[in-house]
């Protein structure tokens, strides 16, 4: 397949702008004796994890604070005090002194667990040293790999906890004392060795490291090829290639901003050459990879948490129930595309643009892993468990070829890698870990939960509508696993007040939690694909909000009909659903484009949109009105009289 080296962006202008957007990837280069301690430390972070994985020996806290030791030691090492010093080649003295203070606060479990476990609840003046530095060290390593505002959440939520006394109205509680403090976040399984730190150091890590493995074997361009071969000649072909590529990498990838810059920089340049805006091409990259996250199994690896948090409920559950709103998302997306390219008059790929097939087709052995780990967690087998046999089989695949073989120097590579992608998210969880310790403590989740629901007068639209702009705004540029650790304690609660599933509850807040990421004024992956595209960034953000539009509508509905996530549904009856949602996306994405056989006028837009929702929503007698006009809808567009605009015929 031929390419554009004019349009494409190199490897050096990706990794700007990953580093613009995207904290977790703005790591500095170390070169030295201080390259070799990281790469020898990041080589025993994933070394460690394996092993307590297939000899699961030690206490689930002192297990934690090794992760948490390597964790925050290695941040200190990697990741620089301000952008301004990305470009050294070695840490600080600072940042060595913070990186042995981090082997301490890691080592202060396993030396003195039965001296903490023995002392009931009381901390000498060691503990407390040990404890505070833990907060202070997981703040600081948080603000450095993940951002801000993560970090300001967790120091209001420390704030609220200490000055409870102080607090106005409902939110006034007892308060907690420094001793109290401490003892929440350090000494118990509630602060930051608590269940989010909990899942990133044993499910997160290793689907992280399989990612990894994957991405050493070659299978993220394999996702671009194969995407190519099946869409590529349909109308618009890139965008769909954008679509169905994202899908795919969203398996791999717990980023939408990585996922953007990864595969945008192949996508955007091929949707820019065919004919659409920059800003529109951008839009399509930013809402397919961020639907990436909401893509079964991995799922940006909330789903782990979720098992977790509600409890009773296995991994596989999870992922089935997310599997329809997740197709429904896409197909949202395919079709304003699809509509925007038939507006423009737009084509598919010409033959010389696209990769050969039959190459392709050979390479379909690299998605076997993929499919393994699928299979692996229908039969029950454990998410860890899973993930390790998936990175085996990920080893034997790749073996097949000599391009995609993995030696031991590949193999140290993806062991390398995989952890440093953990870190951000060791952080993340450790600060999410105590943002759940103050909810818990204070009883913050039940009060927030109970005056969302009286201002929305115990309304359930309403209540999700408070609950979604909840959401939106803390999942503002914070991580996956972080924003769904947050929106889960704060938001969710809410909506389980009024009867409804805990399932749907914590899929909807987690829904509009990634969404943030493309929800202008603070949408991280609209600014990423903007970067790549060379777009106006908040017309990029609308763009992406815009296609994504399935996003915002998608978690009302299962949240009312459950039949969605085929929660106590018959066949027919998720079928019905399906079909109906489906309907309903086609009609509101002609009416958002503005074209579907032919250009609509504007009340023909507005009819469209109505027509719609009213089959998105999940009554009978809305869906009954709602097809009949879809129906009439349908034969009007293909029965009146064309008009001027170019119309080709669907690929």
């Not at 839009?283 to 990879?289: K, L, P, T």
């Not at 004024?521 to 953000?541: D, H, M, N, Q, R």
């Not at 998720?574 to 109906?580: A, N, Q």
Request: contains cysteine.
């Amino acid at each position: 397949m031929k390419k554009n080296h004019e349009e494409t962006i190199t490897q050096e202008e990706q990794q700007k702008i990953l580093e613009k957007y995207d904290p977790e990837s703005a790591t500095r280069t170390l070169k030295g004796v201080y390259g070799y301690i990281a790469f020898l430390g990041l080589l025993a972070f994933s070394i460690y994890q394996i092993w307590t994985v297939l000899v699961p020996v030690l206490p689930r806290q002192v297990l934690l604070s090794i992760h948490l030791g390597f964790a925050l030691s290695l941040i200190f090492i990697l990741f620089p005090a301000t952008k301004k010093l990305r470009s050294t080649t070695k840490p600080a003295w600072y940042d060595v002194i913070l990186a042995i203070a981090s082997i301490f606060v890691g080592s202060y479990w396993p030396i003195n667990i039965d001296k903490i476990v023995n002392s009931v609840g009381y901390l000498n003046s060691l503990d407390m040293v040990a404890g505070i530095l833990a907060i202070l060290l997981v703040l600081e390593a948080t603000r450095r790999a993940v951002g801000l505002p993560i970090t300001i959440i967790t120091i209001l939520a420390l704030a609220f906890a200490y000055f409870g006394q102080d607090m106005p109205g409902f939110l006034k509680h007892r308060g907690l004392s420094l001793e109290q403090l401490v003892q929440t976040m350090f000494f118990t399984s509630e602060g930051i060795l608590g269940t989010p730190l909990y899942v990133s150091g044993t499910f997160i890590f290793l689907f992280l490291l399989f990612g990894s493995f994957l991405v050493q074997t070659g299978v993220g361009q394999y996702f671009n090829d194969l995407a190519v071969a099946i869409a590529g000649k349909r109308t618009g072909g890139p965008a769909k290639v954008a679509i169905f590529s994202s899908a795919l990498q969203g398996t791999i990838s717990g980023s939408s901003v990585a996922n953007v810059v990864t595969s945008g920089s192949f996508t955007i340049p091929m949707m820019k050459r065919l004919g659409y805006k920059k800003e529109f091409a951008g839009g399509v990259e930013a809402a397919a990879s961020t639907g990436g996250q909401l893509m079964p199994p991995i799922m940006g690896a909330a789903a782990f948490l979720m098992v977790e948090f509600i409890g009773g409920i296995t991994y596989w559950e999870i992922a089935k129930a997310a599997a329809i709103p997740a197709l429904l998302y896409f197909t949202g997306v395919w079709i304003m595309t699809h509509f925007e390219a038939r507006k423009l008059g737009l084509q598919g790929l010409k033959d010389e643009e696209m990769p050969n097939r039959k190459e392709v087709v050979k390479k379909l052995y690299l998605l076997t892993p993929i499919l393994i780990v699928i299979i692996l967690l229908m039969t029950g087998m454990s998410p860890m468990m899973a993930a390790l046999w998936s990175i085996l089989s990920t080893l034997v695949v790749s073996a097949v070829n000599k391009a995609t073989r993995m030696g031991i120097k590949k193999t140290i590579a993806a062991l390398v890698e995989g952890a440093r992608t953990a870190l951000s998210v060791a952080a993340a969880t450790a600060c999410a870990g105590m943002i759940v310790g103050v909810v818990t403590k204070t009883g913050l989740g039940l009060k927030l939960a109970n005056s969302l629901v009286e201002l929305a007068n115990e309304q359930i639209l309403l209540t999700l509508f408070f609950t979604m702009i909840t959401a939106i705004i803390l999942g503002m540029g914070s991580p996956t696993t972080a924003n769904y650790v947050i929106t889960s304690t704060i938001a969710a609660p809410a909506i389980i007040l009024l009867g409804y599933p805990e399932l749907s509850a914590h899929l909807f807040v987690f829904y509009f939690g990634i969404i943030a990421d493309i929800t202008p004024p603070v949408a991280l992956a609209a600014f990423a694909a903007a970067g790549v595209s060379k777009g106006e960034p908040i017309k990029t953000g609308i763009n992406a909000a815009k296609l994504a539009i399935a996003a915002f509508i998608i978690p009302y509905m299962f949240v009312l009909s459950p039949e969605l996530l085929m929660i106590d549904a018959t066949p027919l009856e998720i079928v019905w659903v399906v079909f109906t949602a489906i309907a309903g996306m086609i009609a509101i994405g002609a009416g958002i484009i503005g074209f579907w056989n032919h250009k609509l006028s504007a009340v023909l837009r507005i009819v469209a949109v109505v027509t719609g929702l009213m089959l998105v929503y999940p009554e009978g007698m809305t869906d009954t009105i709602g097809l009949i006009i879809f129906i009439a809808f349908v034969v009007y567009q293909y029965f009146i009289k064309k008009s001027s605009t170019p119309a080709e015929k669907v690929a």
